[in-house]
């Protein structure tokens, strides 16, 4: 096949993985702007390459006019989380949604394959729209913990430096890591909870602390510099305590002092 026509077919795959990453990177947004956990970590995709479908195809003995039929991962997106838990739940949000639909799922976590490797794969048909009109794509995304995504891309590399041919002495190292990556997963989702919180208050103050800061700026257009500076020098009092509570308390406080220069300045313009 010519490499232009490569490029033509492998266009609205792009335009598929870009699509999914923007929406499931909203998802992280969206979740940490009403100041929950994100169950989702990171998000990444990828089109293959077409040496890798070549490759992959002659493996599977898929002719070229079969490529886009058979080999289902042309398209790519990786759902990186923190804890094995949250795989489920990024399953359900999935399993969810109507942009997408489930053609078939594969469990690698709870059945490891025997080269160590574990991630939930997904297939979905995903539609996009491009100057030919709509086309449906196949699209694989594999859902894994930080622990197994470090695991299989170490693993990936070796395997690619050695054509999948990995020394017997290596490959056992990685079934043993694999093993300790097991531990790993669990030893976190014990404590899992008590992560989950320390992540949520400090995304909570984070903001609290970016709204606050925003206040006092607008302050400045309204009312007179010192009484500024002295509103600000009771914010860097209270950010030293490292209070939640009194952070807290001082942003409403500091609300209700700009909702009252608010309508202050609208009844003189109405005046
Ligand atoms: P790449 O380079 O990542 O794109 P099958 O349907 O069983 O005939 P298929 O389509 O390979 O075969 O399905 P499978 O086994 O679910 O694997 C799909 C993808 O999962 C692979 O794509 C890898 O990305 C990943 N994967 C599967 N097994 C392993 C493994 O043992 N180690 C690592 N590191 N990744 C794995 P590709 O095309 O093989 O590779």
């Known amino acids: 096949m010519e490499i232009q026509l490569w490029r033509e077919i492998l266009s609205p795959y792009d335009l598929a993985v870009r699509e999914l990453v923007v929406k499931f990177e909203h ?27 070549l490759d992959k195809a002659q493996k599977k003995n898929v002719t070229a006019e079969e490529v886009e039929e ?21 399953v359900e949000i999935i399993r969810a949604r109507t942009d997408m639909e489930i053609v078939s799922e594969r469990d690698y976590v709870s059945h490891m394959k025997d080269s160590g490797y574990r991630s939930y794969h997904i297939i979905v048909l995903y539609e996009v729209q491009t ?3 709509s086309r449906k794509i196949h699209v694989e995304i594999q859902i894994r913990t930080l622990a ?3 695991w299989s891309t170490i693993e990936h590399s070796l395997q690619y430096k050695y054509k999948k041919n990995i020394p017997e002495h290596i490959s056992e ?17 014990s404590v899992r ?26 302050l400045y257009r309204v009312t007179t510099k010192r009484e500024v500076q002295k509103i ?25 002092i700009a909702e009252g220069y608010r309508a202050q300045s609208v009844e003189t313009e109405e005046v």
């Open 232 to 256: 600000q020098d009771e914010f860097y009092r209270i950010y030293e305590l490292n209070d939640i509570d009194q952070l807290r308390r001082f942003g409403r406080e500091l609300d209700l």
């Open 131 to 133: 100057v030919n009109g």
């Open 70 to 90: 058979k080999i289902m991962d042309i398209a790519g997106v990786r759902i990186i989380c923190q804890f094995v838990e949250d795989i489920q739940k990024v």
């Open 148 to 150: 197994m995504n470090f």
């Open 193 to 218: 909870s008590e992560i989950m919180d320390a992540q949520i208050s400090s995304q909570l103050r984070t903001r609290l602390v970016a709204d606050i800061l925003n206040n006092i700026q607008n």
């Open 27 to 53: 998802l992280i947004t969206e979740y940490r702007n009403q100041g929950l956990y994100s169950p989702i970590e990171q998000v990444t995709g990828r089109v293959k390459t077409v040496a890798s479908i």
């Open 173 to 189: 190292k990685l079934t043993n890591v694999a093993n300790a990556i097991i531990s790993l997963d669990n030893e976190m989702s």
